[in-house]
């Protein structure tokens, strides 16, 4: 079965800090929280690492935890969108995440950067994702130094223990009744990126209610073979 029709079939649990299995992130976790909470000095925080790490989860994650905090907070899932926003962004929430912020154009750029600095000004904080360091985003000089100023953290991948913890805490968030056997195969035949494996999960959920049969490795043969015929 394909990656994308995986992902076309999940039905996505709400990203929040306690379904995140941090790992050797313990430590970045701990700072987005703080951010979230409106602790702390930096303007601005910037995560990268690889696609599928979990970039995007702890973006929706810190955004969710902001508002939980009574602070205002936006999400904006692709540069592009900062084209569309309103001017007074900055003066209205305390944070704002931006993801895939190395796909930024020209135009998107120069709005980032005048917004980072509308945000220091007012106090507010600046999260962003991207796949790759400061120094080697694509991105204009001036705004790769604003990004750079606060907070870097490289989202450190899991090991398989670690995805199969985060899977099991999938499921449990889901209410799912999943043994050990399903979650090994499932890491044995799929993309090894959590966003996949998690979406994989759902959409094998619903084969499974579908076919009124239980979560086994038989029932995830014929799923992940149902495509291929």
């Known amino acids: 079965m394909s990656e994308q029709l995986i992902l076309d079939l999940a039905d996505p649990v709400a990203p929040t ?10 430590e970045l976790v701990a700072a987005l929280q703080g951010l ?45 969108m900062l084209l569309a926003t309103d001017p007074e962004l900055a003066g209205r929430n305390a944070l704002v995440a931006v993801d895939d912020v190395d796909a ?10 005048t917004l980072f600095n509308a945000l220091q000004a007012t ?9 790759r360091p400061p120094a080697r985003l694509p991105l204009r000089e ?8 606060g907070l870097v953290y490289r989202l450190q991948p ?32 799929l993309p090894r990126d959590m966003r996949t ?3 994989a999960l759902d959409a094998l959920d619903a084969f499974a209610l579908a076919h009124k049969r239980p979560l086994t490795v038989p029932l995830a043969r014929q799923w992940l073979a149902a495509d291929e015929t």
């Open 158 to 189: 899991l090991a398989d223990a670690e995805k199969a913890e985060a899977l099991r805490a999938h499921a449990a968030a889901r209410g799912l009744a999943v043994g050990a056997e399903v979650i090994d195969y499932l890491l044995a035949h």
């Open 17 to 26: 800090f306690d379904n995140f299995v941090a790992g050797g992130n313990a």
């Open 123 to 131: 106090g507010g904080r600046l999260v962003a994702a991207g796949g």
């Open 36 to 80: 979230a909470a409106g602790h702390g000095r930096d303007t601005g925080l910037l995560l990268w690492g690889a696609a599928g790490a979990g970039k995007s989860h702890l973006l929706r994650a810190t955004v969710a935890a902001a508002r939980a905090h009574g602070h205002g907070a936006v999400l904006i899932d692709a540069p592009g």
């Open 104 to 113: 930024a154009g020209a135009d998107a750029q120069a709005r980032l950067f």
């Open 142 to 149: 001036d705004l790769r130094t604003r990004l750079a100023w």
């Open 197 to 199: 494996l998690a979406a």
